[in-house]
């Protein structure tokens, strides 16, 4: 056998591999195989049982001002942006796969093109998505939101040196930055393509790059969706708005319970080192506790001792760990949630589906289980059975749709409607449209699952699993 076989034999192997680790974590997923992407993806968005409490209710009160806030600022007029906030509490499903890229990077356009299959299937008119933003412009070798695969070759998205990229987060209020779209080391465009990109790109100044790519997908949006499709897109800066809403309530259950006189989140910390003891060891990584600090573009980590947080910069003032201290850091963006504050407040406590990658589809379910271990029995009941009667909380959604040598640019250019491209797509098998499910086979952390697993070390009944 040649090695190009062999190779292609072990592909197909180790996907074979994890498609049944995934239909066995997730026994709902098998019957979707077989069958049109379009049917899975209709079940991503279906309507499910929510469970309900007070605590929940109010955290979707605000989650849906929130949204509503988000809509208008996008451009949406008032009654949209209502219908946008109804649609999150008849149906709250959002998509919280992809990171804060601009819309027709490969990892993400098809990501968006299979939740607007699943969004027209049900006729809805929002399609509501977090992209994290507290990365850097390079996240590995030419990949990041500083770059773009463009024409078959890398497009510098902002024509920046890498020294102005290396240590830097999108999220960082240290521009101006503007589209330039140049050759990797600057310069005039790479490529046609390159130029036709930029005529659709706003042509600003933007003080943050996070800003400035939300503002672009508006527009590549517009040009790839028809109207009746609207996208609603929020970032990690946004969501340190919603967290300081709670915190400035204090009544509100993130007032009264995370930074509250009582030990949460102790108790969440101490959990997270327990499971990184365990068989699911670096699923929930402890990089920061609760919040990153914010400082002159740059990201860094936060340790809560004491009741206080602190960083790792000498010039950035301690943050006391109550709920005004937090509220204030956060409007003055000197905090950003870290993403299990993010899920807390946009999924957790609202009780809405997230539709993620592969390392998602488990820490989510781990986050969960985090909040829930913590979470006092004796004051905390009516929560605990509300997280408890979610049905399929987080989905597999990001990256289930992955053509082999995708050019999105080329393919809107081509077809006309980001909808045209859906259909044709969704006309396949779910295995077909996956593929060779390199995100998953290529991470070696779900190789140690399905290690785990075969040892029974891990299975559909561990505890930990409990609240997926």
Not at 46 to 68: K, N
Not at 280 to 286: N, P, S
């Amino acid at each position: 056998m040649n090695s190009e076989l062999l190779g292609a034999t072990c592909d197909k192997v180790a996907a074979e591999e994890v498609r049944g680790t995934l239909s066995s974590l997730m026994p709902d997923l098998a019957r979707f195989w077989a069958r049109p992407l379009t049917e899975y993806a209709r079940a991503v968005y279906d309507e499910r049982a929510r469970g309900r409490c007070s605590a929940r209710d109010d955290a979707m009160a605000r989650f849906r001002a929130f949204v509503t806030r988000i809509a208008l600022r996008s451009g949406a007029s008032q009654q949209d942006a209502e219908q946008a906030s109804r649609q999150i509490a008849t149906a709250p499903v959002i998509q919280t796969g992809p990171h804060l890229h601009l819309l027709i990077e490969p990892d993400a356009f098809y990501t968006h093109l299979f939740s607007a299959l699943g969004l027209t299937t049900h006729a809805r008119r929002w399609h509501i998505c977090y992209s994290s933003s507290t990365v850097k412009f390079i996240e590995k070798s030419k990949k990041g939101p500083g770059w773009l695969s463009l024409g078959s070759e890398v497009v510098n998205v902002f024509g920046l040196s890498r020294s102005r990229m290396d240590p830097y987060s999108i999220c960082g209020f240290n521009g101006p930055y503007r589209f330039a779209l140049a050759r990797q080391n600057g310069g005039g465009f790479v490529n046609p393509a390159a130029g036709r990109l930029k005529a659709i790109l706003p042509d600003a100044d933007f003080p943050s790059a996070a800003d400035a790519i939300k503002a672009a997908n508006q527009s590549l949006w517009r040009g790839t969706f028809p109207p009746p499709l609207r996208l609603l897109q929020f970032d990690d800066i946004d969501v340190a708005d919603l967290v300081a809403d709670h915190f400035e309530d204090s009544a509100s259950w993130l007032s009264t319970h995370l930074a509250g006189p009582g030990r949460f989140a102790d108790r969440i910390l101490r959990t997270v080192d327990q499971l990184n003891a365990g068989p699911w060891a670096g699923w929930v990584r402890q990089t920061t506790d609760f919040f990153w600090g914010l400082q002159d573009g740059r990201l860094f980590p936060m340790r809560l001792q004491d009741g206080v947080l602190s960083g790792g910069s000498s010039s950035f003032r301690e943050v006391r760990f109550d709920p005004e201290s937090i509220a204030v850091s956060l409007r003055q963006r000197r905090l950003v949630p870290n993403l299990l504050m993010t899920f807390l407040v946009t999924s957790i406590l609202p009780g809405v589906r997230v539709l993620g990658g592969c390392r998602q589809t488990v820490y989510y379910p781990l986050m969960r289980y985090l909040i829930a271990t913590a979470l006092d029995v004796s004051t905390d009941r009516e929560l605990i059975d509300a997280l408890r009667a979610d049905e399929r909380p987080g989905m597999w959604g990001h990256r289930v749709l992955r053509p082999m040598n995708g050019s999105p640019f080329v393919e809107i250019e081509e077809n006309g409607s980001g909808l045209q491209i859906a259909a044709r797509y969704g006309a396949c098998s779910l295995e077909d449209a996956a593929g060779d499910l390199t995100s998953f086979t290529g991470d070696p952390i779900w190789a140690e699952l399905s290690a785990h697993m075969r040892a029974q070390a891990i299975h559909p009944a561990s505890l930990e699993w409990q609240w997926a």
